[in-house]
């Protein structure tokens, strides 16, 4: 199974400055179909996980664009550019398309400072 | 809209059963594939188990840790899906999300259910 693995697992921000996730994977994710299918999730306290971005750098409708995905191979990144207060959560990402199970990563504990 | 609603969670014993329902709205059910992850309590997400579209022939797949206790099923005339838990545990304690899969990834996903075991 592929283990995907998150740094840092906590991660205080001071409003209004960048952030940045990692998620690093065990073996390659590019896919027999030459794409890459690494997706990340925000869950804000109380809430359901809500998908921000897919196929690494793909934004979902709705999501701001101070969120922003990049990675190949076995590195990926979440990047937030100006942190606001209802940026604070957890950050997970996921890889799909690879026979399951799926994986997860660990998450990343958004607080701010 | 779509729209993906859980029920069914609640306290059970050890060794009990317990099913759990996703009524799915807001898009053409039998073209998706379907899954269930569970969060336990102050932890990650774990993937539980998926179940394919009637195109690939419903075909079911299942976490290590749950392969021949839990059971995922679909009726289409209520555009639901099931997750039967048998022999439950008490690390099965968590909440339960029912997700639907687009390319694989997991585009939408329900408010959850509790289950504590």
């Known amino acids: 199974d592929v283990v995907l693995t998150q740094s840092p697992l906590s991660l205080p921000v001071t409003l209004g400055q960048p952030a940045s996730i990692s998620c690093r994977s065990s073996?390659?994710?590019?896919?027999?179909?030459?794409?890459?299918?690494l997706s990340w999730f925000q869950q804000r306290p109380g809430l359901s996980p809500r998908r921000l971005i897919y196929e690494v750098s793909k934004r979902d409708s709705g999501v701001p664009d101070r969120f922003s995905g990049s990675g190949s191979g076995t590195d990926f990144t979440l990047k937030i550019s100006r942190v606001e207060a209802e940026d604070v959560g957890l950050y997970f990402c996921?890889?799909?398309?690879?026979?399951?199970?799926?994986?997860f990563g660990q998450g990343t504990k958004l607080e701010i400072k | 809209e779509v729209q993906l609603v859980e029920s069914g969670g609640g306290l059970v014993q050890p060794g009990g059963s317990l099913r759990l329902s996703c009524a799915a709205s807001?898009?053409?059910?039998?073209?998706?594939?379907m899954a269930w992850v569970r969060q336990a309590p102050g932890k990650g997400l774990e993937w539980v188990g998926c179940?394919?579209?009637?195109?690939?022939?419903?075909?079911?797949q299942y976490a290590a840790s749950v392969k021949g206790r839990f059971s995922i099923s679909t009726d289409e005339s209520k555009t639901t899906v099931y997750l039967q838990m048998n022999s439950l545990k008490t690390e099965d304690t968590a909440t339960y999300f029912c997700?639907?899969?687009?390319?694989?990834?997991?585009?939408?996903w329900g408010q959850g259910t509790l289950v504590t075991v």
């Open positions: 996921m890889l799909g398309a690879h026979w399951p199970p799926y994986s």
């Open positions: 073996q390659s994710l590019v896919y027999s179909d030459g794409n890459t299918y």
């Open positions: 179940i394919a579209n009637r195109h690939d022939g419903y075909i079911k």
């Open positions: 807001g898009f053409i059910f039998s073209s998706y594939y």
């Open positions: 997700v639907r899969e687009s390319w694989w990834s997991y585009d939408y």
